[in-house]
């Protein structure tokens, strides 16, 4: 499709054309599905903000400035979706438990602490996904952004609509959370990757 | 010696912030503010980029099969609003036009041209409406007569009716396929097919529901979820996956509604066909 025909089919789906509508939901999926992914860390929780987004997106279409680009439309809603998911389930968490997220750093090992398991990736990994679950909606949206994304702290201000210094303060917040709730993880894994260290 | 806080530092490992020469110059020089950077560079690394799970090339079309029905009434603005009904090319450029005219000359204080815009407009617009009132392209399409003498939609629907009759018939013995298929199996030659269906059902879909024909669109639209199912289902399937689609298959009584309305459809041929004073040739292949 190029830019011309984009142009035209994004034209007719805000005259409320659901065929036209039906082309850009076909063209976006699979981008608006990776950010949902990367901004919620988990499957399902994807495919609710791919369906909420595109829902949302046809609800203001009447409100989308046509010479704007719409992927970058969209893809400031799909950020704000995630954001207003991983609230409503923090809130029910909240709700259930009556206590905040466990950090990473309570968070027991999967077997017996050997720091060269510890080192290996699939266990890092488990633990940044907790951690980056243990951070607040807003950091994470941010962080996201900031660390998977690449987006600057000015175009993270406008994606999710906060201020320049509220964006930045969000990626900084976000970053000492998880430097604290990796400590544990990193100081194990420097002594388990010492020795080796050592013979090099 | 003054330090660089942690904000300065995660900034200066994104590439962003200012003053980066000297905070390059800063850590080679402060030992403290060294071993915070290491620190924070080390944690971030950690992060990876997660393995985003793949999506396949259908998966806009999936997207949209589970949505189409939610989707609500568009909140239009008010130049789309207004332009919908008579002379509706006309209100749409001349509103583009308007908001053009009206930016612009805010911008540069001109407002003797905004008052000359704005009586054009006026005019522009009367004038659209009153030109395009006489044209009905609806009333016109409705008159106009096929090449056999009947009308255009009639004929549609005709057409319509004969074709998906025989779709139905071809995705009822694929459906039959896949219900009797032996496990574990390789299930490939009915995924072509039903790729190959898939494609034909969206298109009918969409004829029946412009030409009002709303049970033939929703059979259709159940038959396409299944379809687009079998389609992405592995190719080598277990004696689960089999299962798990035939109990889908049948919670939806899919076979039962396409045969029934297959049935219904043929039957409306058939009637139409006996009542036509001129002999035709039939839509209905065979495969």
Redesign the interface.
Known sequence: MDAAEAAAVLARARQGDSDAFRALVERHSRTVFRLAFRMTGNEQDAEDVVQESFLRAYRQLGRFESRANFGTWLYRIVANCSVDLMRAKQARHDQARGEPLETAADMPAADTPDPQRLAESAEISRRVQHALGALSPLERAAFTLRHYEGRSIDEIGRTLGLGTSAAKHSVFRAVKKLRHALQPLRSLANRGLAPQESQR | MSHYG??DL??YY?G?GRRRHDIERHLDACPACAATYR??S???A?????A??E?GDQ??????Q???H????????VW?KH??GPGRAAWTELATWWRRLVERTFRADRLAILAAAATIAIVAFVAGRFWSTPSKPAATITATQAPDGGSLPGLRQRILIGSVADHLDRSERMLTDIMNASVPGDISAEQRWAEDLLTTSRLYR?DAVDIGERSVANVLDDLERSLIEIVHSPSQVTAADLDAMRRRIDAAALLFKVRVMSNELQEREGTRSAGDASPRTSTRKTS
């Open positions: 942690e904000g995660i900034l994104y962003e620190d924070i080390s944690t971030l950690m992060v990876d980029v997660p985003v799970p999506r998966y806009g079309l999936e997207v949209w589970r949505i189409r939610r989707l609500p009434e568009p909140q239009q603005d789309s332009s919908a969409q």
